[in-house]
């Protein structure tokens, strides 16, 4: 019986069963438990002639006859009550009743109305003899529905609230990812023009070594030819020195006039020839290769994005380096004259 009571939640009071009723009602658990292992031990052949069986506690007879202890005296009451607990027991907790709340100044009256003019629940006594009595008031389950109702367009309003920010947010993060691709390709396409400038700059360089280069051929060429002319007048004229020595050293007269009229003339032919030809003063200098790029490097450092407007090109505007405003066309820097 005491541990039974254990069970009972002590939210619901129970009366007080005679001892010999809560005895009893604990058949179907107490009785069962301690004479089941006696009826199965007796066998079956004392179903037909019955047996008798005293509770331990209450020493009340029971009969056992063929339904075995399971023919035991019901107890409804004790049913009753662990039916109840049961219930309990299984009961959410949102499903209790809910706790009344109760006006502070009228400790036995509870809150049911609501002030409208202070804005606050009270009770039927405030508004009768209270601090409410010149007040307005209306049922508090119709402003409780009525702000209730207010709390729901509130909540949905601010949803709707979130829904959008979140939409806005979600429109900006696509535009920086927008912004990301843009600058991305933007600067491959600034690249690929720089690339190309570079491109061009390597070629008109290549172009103006070559003329140089030409120049150089030309000159070397031409002053070589007069080289190997010179020397094949020297040549000839240091033969034609070495013969007449030789000749004045002939003791024999006739023999020396027979070979000296002809040595003259050689002489003097070859003492009239003309060595007048060699490069004017200056012909080795390369100076009027110089490229003047000052205005064209200054250019280059205007060099900006466009702005929508077009910009007139004038070589003033160049050479001055205040073109501003896009870069430059290639056609452009050729006739500003880097590129030929």
């Given at each position: 019986?005491?541990?039974?009571?254990?069970?009972?939640?002590?939210?619901?009071?129970?009366?007080?069963?005679?001892?010999?009723?809560?005895?009893?009602?604990?058949?179907?658990?107490?009785?069962?438990?301690?004479?089941?292992?006696?009826?199965?031990?007796?066998?079956?052949?004392?179903?037909?002639?019955?047996?008798?069986?005293?509770?331990?506690?209450?020493?009340?007879?029971?009969?056992?006859?063929?339904?075995?202890?399971?023919?035991?005296?019901?107890?409804?009451?004790?049913?009753?009550?662990?039916?109840?607990?049961?219930?309990?027991?299984?009961?959410?907790?949102?499903?209790?009743?809910?706790?009344?709340?109760?006006?502070?100044?009228?400790?036995?009256?509870?809150?049911?109305?609501?002030?409208?003019?202070?804005?606050?629940?009270?009770?039927?006594?405030?508004?009768?003899?209270?601090?409410?009595?010149?007040?307005?008031?209306?049922?508090?389950?119709?402003?409780?529905?009525?702000?209730?109702g207010e709390l729901s367009d509130g909540i949905a309003?601010?949803?709707?609230?979130?829904?959008?920010?979140q939409a806005i947010i979600t429109q900006m993060e696509?535009?920086?990812?927008?912004?990301?691709?843009?600058?991305?390709?933007?600067?491959?396409?600034?690249?690929?023009?720089?690339?190309?400038?570079?491109?061009?700059?390597?070629?008109?360089?290549?172009?103006?070594?070559?003329?140089?280069?030409?120049?150089?051929?030309?000159?070397?060429?031409?002053?070589?030819?007069?080289?190997?002319?010179?020397?094949?007048?020297?040549?000839?004229?240091?033969?034609?020195?070495?013969?007449?020595?030789?000749?004045?050293?002939?003791?024999?007269?006739?023999?020396?006039?027979?070979?000296?009229?002809?040595?003259?003339?050689?002489?003097?032919?070859?003492?009239?020839?003309?060595?007048?030809?060699?490069?004017?003063?200056?012909?080795?200098?390369?100076?009027?290769?110089?490229?003047?790029?000052?205005?064209?490097?200054?250019?280059?450092?205007?060099?900006?994005?466009?702005?929508?407007?077009?910009?007139?090109?004038?070589?003033?505007?160049?050479?001055?380096?205040?073109?501003?405003?896009?870069?430059?066309?290639?056609?452009?820097?050729?006739?500003?004259?880097?590129?030929?």
């Amino acid at each position: 019986a005491g541990s039974f009571k254990n069970t009972v939640p002590p939210s619901r009071p129970l009366a007080s069963p005679s001892p010999c009723a809560l005895h009893l009602s604990q058949h179907q658990g107490l009785f069962q438990g301690a004479s089941n292992p006696l009826w199965q031990s007796r066998g079956s052949t004392s179903v037909s002639s019955g047996g008798r069986f005293r509770c331990p506690s209450c020493r009340h007879e029971v009969v056992l006859d063929r339904h075995g202890v399971y023919g035991l005296q019901r107890n409804l009451l004790v049913e009753n009550i662990i039916d109840i607990y049961k219930q309990e027991s299984s009961r959410p907790l949102h499903a209790k009743a809910e706790q009344q709340l109760m006006c502070e100044e009228h400790e036995d009256e509870k809150i049911n109305i609501y002030c409208l003019t202070c804005e606050v629940p009270t009770c039927s006594m405030c508004k009768v003899f209270g601090a409410h009595k010149d007040c307005e008031v209306a049922p508090l389950t119709n402003i409780y529905k009525r702000q209730k109702g207010e709390l729901s367009d509130g909540i949905a309003m601010l949803v709707a609230g979130n829904d959008r920010i979140q939409a806005i947010i979600t429109q900006m993060e696509e535009i920086c990812k927008t912004i990301e691709d843009n600058a991305r390709r933007q600067k491959q396409h600034l690249c690929l023009r720089f690339d190309s400038l570079y491109s061009i700059l390597e070629e008109r360089k290549k172009e103006l070594l070559l003329e140089i280069g030409r120049e150089q051929d030309d000159k070397l060429q031409r002053v070589r030819g007069l080289i190997r002319q010179y020397g094949d007048h020297l040549e000839v004229s240091s033969k034609l020195v070495e013969s007449a020595i030789q000749s004045m050293e002939e003791p024999q007269m006739a023999a020396y006039l027979q070979q000296a009229k002809e040595l003259i003339k050689k002489i003097t032919d070859m003492s009239k020839v003309s060595m007048s030809s060699h490069p004017e003063p200056g012909y080795e200098s390369m100076d009027h290769f110089t490229v003047n790029i000052d205005h064209v490097a200054e250019m280059l450092r205007t060099i900006e994005f466009q702005t929508g407007e077009t910009h007139t090109w004038t070589r003033r505007g160049w050479e001055e380096g205040k073109a501003t405003g896009h870069l430059l066309p290639w056609a452009e820097l050729r006739i500003a004259g880097l590129l030929g």
